[in-house]
Antibody, heavy 119, light 108 residues
Framework: QVQLQESGPGLVKPSQTLSLTCTVS??????????WSWIRQHPGKGLEWIGY???????YYNPSLKSRVTISVDTSKNQFSLKLSSVTAADTAVYYC???????????WGQGTMVTVSS | SYVLTQPPSVSVAPGKTARITCGGN??????VHWYQQKPGQAPVLVVY???DRPSGIPERLSGSNSGDTATLTVSRVEAGDEADYYC???????????FGGGTKLTVL
């Protein structure tokens, strides 16, 4: 059974880069057939898609975040990562990683990790 | 960009049927997915590709999609169905995922 787990700092200073990693267990990222995604949720708000990546490195990003976002994959570690640059308080949110199936549904989610942007 | 519109809240008595709508321009031509999110938990996929249910999701939850409206129907509502529900599509015209704003289902 595939499971996803987010990890990374829970506190990031303004103007710095937020970095998170999602570790996939119970299955291989490089087996193909799925995209791997990041989604965030501001406190008390709805879901916001950040972007996703295929094991080959092909990416899609939310246009509203594209200039600040990089999603990368490390198949040797069975992980994929998120970098969000120049963060502000508006980037404070719970960040989820998720698997995307072949009809673009997010079928497996990590538990989420809260990231606060504050000095 | 493509917009999905959901009612902020829906209330229903136990045992009754709740219908949560998701409006979008010609959404019937897209594949719609629905998620259930309970407080403090990650979302869970409950309907994918308009009408299909992942294993473990009860038949009481069902989906439909036609014209400009997709609908998630929760039959014989139970207290445990109280949650936020989100619809989602892939917008091929802009190559991006779009979520609806979410609907809070309250069981009276």
């Amino acid at each position: 059974q595939v499971q996803l787990q987010e990890s990374g700092p829970g506190l990031v200073k303004p103007s710095q880069t937020l970095s998170l990693t999602c570790t996939v267990s119970g299955g291989s990222i490089s087996s193909g057939g799925y995209y791997w995604s990041w989604i965030r949720q501001h406190p008390g708000k709805g879901l916001e898609w950040i972007g996703y990546i295929y094991y080959s490195g092909s990416t899609y990003y939310n246009p509203s975040l594209k200039s600040r976002v990089t999603i990368s994959v490390d198949t040797s570690k069975n992980q994929f990562s998120l970098k969000l640059s120049s963060v502000t308080a508006a980037d404070t949110a719970v960040y989820y990683c998720a698997r995307v199936d072949d009809c673009s549904a997010f079928d497996i989610w990590g538990q989420g990790t809260m990231v606060t942007v504050s000095s | 960009s493509y917009v999905l519109t959901q009612p902020p809240s829906v209330s229903v008595a136990p045992g009754k049927t709740a219908r949560i709508t998701c409006g979008g321009n010609n959404i019937g031509s897209k594949s719609v997915h629905w998620y259930q999110q309970k407080p403090g938990q990650a979302p869970v996929l409950v309907v994918y590709d308009d009408t299909d249910r992942p294993s473990g999701i009860p038949e009481r939850l069902s989906g439909s999609n036609s014209g400009d409206t997709a609908t998630l129907t929760v039959s014989r509502v139970e207290a445990g169905d109280e949650a936020d529900y989100y619809c989602q599509v892939w917008d091929e015209s802009s190559d991006q995922v779009v979520f609806g704003g979410g609907t809070k289902l309250t069981v009276l």
